[in-house]
């Protein structure tokens, strides 16, 4: 575990997709209650129950878009009085998990203080929720953009692949995914306008500085969507 910002701490595991090591990470944040938030369970084990525990009491874990579900039974079986959830999207996929209540694009939850919610329109098979810290100012996304730096041949190869390769972007398949893309840009938009400057994700570098700047080139350079932060620009 590593201690991220203020509030906020970070695992880290190894995950691999189509055989190239991408890594998975997983986000803890101290609410201002002193009780967690867990975003995105990787695959933890004793010692990292342990370090989260010493942390503070996991009262919320959440499941941020429709691939990150991987995880979320076997977290439960070292964190099961957590309330857990996930997008009523992600129910229909795996009935198998019980959420105790599905993320919602207008809803307020008892971590709507410390933390504000995006709900990523246009996008009806990912269906991600994009957190954002309003206290430490961090942006905290799963797949919405990769940022790989340190390749080793397999991940070089489907870095390719994915039209990812040195750089912060979104991958072909997530992109092939976008299916409105006025609604996806009005929700890029939104989390635009907040006032963020490093981005935790879940594959690749952490973003420690510059991270709007790198947001916006990543869906600029991809997409050809002019965005204007800070503006409501719907169009
Ligand atoms: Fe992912």
Redesign the pocket.
């Known amino acids: 575990m590593k201690k991220f910002s203020e509030s906020i701490w970070i695992i880290e595991k190894p995950f691999k997709l189509m055989g190239a090591p991408i890594g998975n990470r997983c986000t803890i944040v101290r609410l201002s209650s002193g009780k967690l938030w867990v975003h995105s369970p990787v695959a933890i084990d004793e010692s990292d129950a342990e370090a989260i525990r010493a942390l503070g009491e996991v009262q919320f874990v959440v499941a941020p878009n429709n ?2 579900h991987l995880h979320v039974r076997s977290f439960k079986e070292f964190f099961p009085n957590a309330h857990y959830q996930g997008t009523s999207s992600l129910q229909q996929k795996r009935k198998d998990i019980y959420f105790d209540s599905f993320l919602e694009s207008k809803s307020l939850y008892e971590w709507s203080n410390d933390l504000e919610h995006v709900y990523v329109f246009g996008m009806p098979l990912v269906h991600e929720v994009v957190f954002y810290h309003r206290k430490d100012k961090v942006l905290i996304i ?2 919405l953009f990769f940022n790989f730096r340190d390749y080793n041949i397999p991940l070089k190869i489907a870095s390719k692949i994915l039209g990812v390769y040195q750089k912060a972007s979104p991958s072909r398949l997530f992109k092939s995914l976008i299916w409105n893309r006025r609604e996806f840009k009005d929700s890029l938009n939104d989390i635009l306008d907040l006032d963020f400057d490093r981005i935790i994700l ?2 690749g570098k952490l973003i420690d500085s510059h991270g709007k700047a790198t947001f916006q080139n990543a869906y600029q350079s991809e997409l050809g969507v002019v965005l204007r932060p800070g503006l409501s620009e719907k169009s």
Request: without cysteine.
């Open positions: 691939f990150h799963a797949d879940s594959h």
